[in-house]
């Protein structure tokens, strides 16, 4: 009955061109909806009830290039097929198209163009919001160092990020101290990171893509992520950087035409399985003591480098089930698909390329050959490498090759 009677005390308020939605909005009770006809508004809008805003015909809402354009600072805000533009430009007051403040809780912004604003969304100490299918675009004439951020998630649980495409920002998404999220289905690109997480635990990334940006996902001190069947390509930088993660797990993923597919920097106890790393300039850069990582059933393909690695011992990758490995030389004499003898990411030769890229060259030529072919006989001048004792002979992913050749154009 408690229920009945607040549906039935709700109401709807119109708002017709040439009126004033924050007038609509002081006027309104809790619950009420309020329904904004197609027209311009310019207006800088304050919300401290629960609402709902709902565009009729995509209405804009101009923030006149001043502050907030909305600022949320109520529970159970909706916010709904609005066009929110023309925040103000002030970093220091994170100036933003729509800004929850901490408190906004189950806050939902869905179906909105938000353009032409310093931060996107700036979501501060608000859990259990939802985002869904919008469009977000920065100021893309400004440098990337002066623009806002997408999305900003800081100090915030169970937040649902999912189906945006987000574009021309300092980072698509940056997540801070904000911990059981699932980020699904959304397109981040033409921006420094396509997302930025620091602190962030127990968080799910799944279903998206990350291209033509500096790096795709930068993942920095993060505990129990889940990424899995995302695709980062054309980053000029790194594809996926995985830095200072513990006990997570990046599965299925097509990393393709970055600089570096994988960077990977202290990480441990990590599962990296069933990844296609192809055709980048580095397949993966391991560094500074990332072990006790379980890497099996990925596919690395026509990398120019397959790894880089440089440490004290082997590192052993593939134990269990093995990695596929395009440029391995052996052979499988009984037919069982894994190969007869161990595969070794970097030789001497390897080393040598490294030191001096001019001589790559001569990497075809009989004298780097038999160069090579020594350094297999004399294990005094081997060099410590990712080893795996089980490579297969085909890849685990048959439709490879469309990932080729999709690389960062270098004129930009």
């Not at 005390?9 to 009420?32: E, F, H, K, M, N």
Request: proline share 3%; hydrophobic share 40%.
């Amino acid at each position: 009955m408690l229920l009945w009677i607040s549906a039935a005390a709700a109401a709807t308020l119109q708002v017709a061109p040439g009126q004033s939605i924050q007038a609509a909005i002081d006027r309104a009770a809790a619950g009420d909806t309020i329904e904004i006809a197609r027209a311009h508004y310019v207006e800088n809008l304050r919300i401290t009830r629960p609402l709902t805003l709902r565009g009729i015909d995509r209405p804009t809402v101009s923030g006149g290039l001043k502050g907030d354009t909305i600022r949320i600072a109520a529970e159970d805000v909706t916010i709904e097929g609005l066009i929110v533009s023309d925040s103000g430009d002030s970093l220091r007051e994170q100036n933003a198209g729509i800004y929850l403040q901490p408190g906004s809780h189950r806050a939902v912004v869905r179906n909105c163009d938000i353009t032409y604003s310093l931060f996107g969304l700036w979501i501060e100490q608000a859990n259990d919001v939802l985002i869904e299918n919008n469009l977000i675009t920065g100021k893309r004439e400004y440098q990337s160092s002066q623009r806002g951020n997408g999305i900003q998630l800081y100090n915030t649980h169970r937040a649902r990020i999912i189906g945006n495409n987000i574009s021309f920002v300092r980072d698509a998404l940056y997540v801070d101290v904000s911990h059981n999220a699932v980020f699904r289905g959304n397109k981040l690109h033409h921006s420094r990171y396509g997302t930025h997480y620091m602190n962030a635990y127990d968080n799910v990334w799944e279903d998206n893509d990350t291209w033509m940006n500096r790096g795709g996902l930068a993942l920095m001190e993060v505990r129990r992520i889940t990424v899995r069947n995302n695709r980062a390509w054309a980053n000029s930088d790194h594809g996926i950087m995985l830095r200072t993660i513990q006990d997570s797990v990046v599965e299925n993923n097509i990393v393709a035409g970055n600089q570096r597919g994988f960077f990977i920097y202290d990480a441990e106890y990590n599962a990296l399985r069933g990844n296609a790393i192809i055709d980048n300039v580095v397949g993966v850069h391991l560094w500074a003591g990332s072990k006790n990582n379980e890497v099996e059933g990925n596919d690395f393909i026509a990398n120019r480098e397959q790894v880089r690695y440089v440490g004290a011992r082997d590192m052993p990758w593939g134990t269990k089930s093995g990695n596929h490995w395009s440029n391995y030389l052996g052979w499988d004499r009984n037919g069982d698909g894994t190969g007869d003898i161990q595969y070794e990411a970097n030789d001497l030769v390897d080393r040598l390329s490294w030191r001096h890229p001019m001589m790559k060259l001569l990497l075809a030529s009989p004298a780097v050959q038999t160069l090579r072919l020594v350094g297999q006989q004399f294990p005094l001048l081997r060099a410590p490498s990712i080893v795996d004792p089980n490579p297969q002979m085909q890849p685990h992913n048959p439709d490879w090759s469309q990932w080729r050749g999709r690389h960062f154009p270098r004129s930009q």
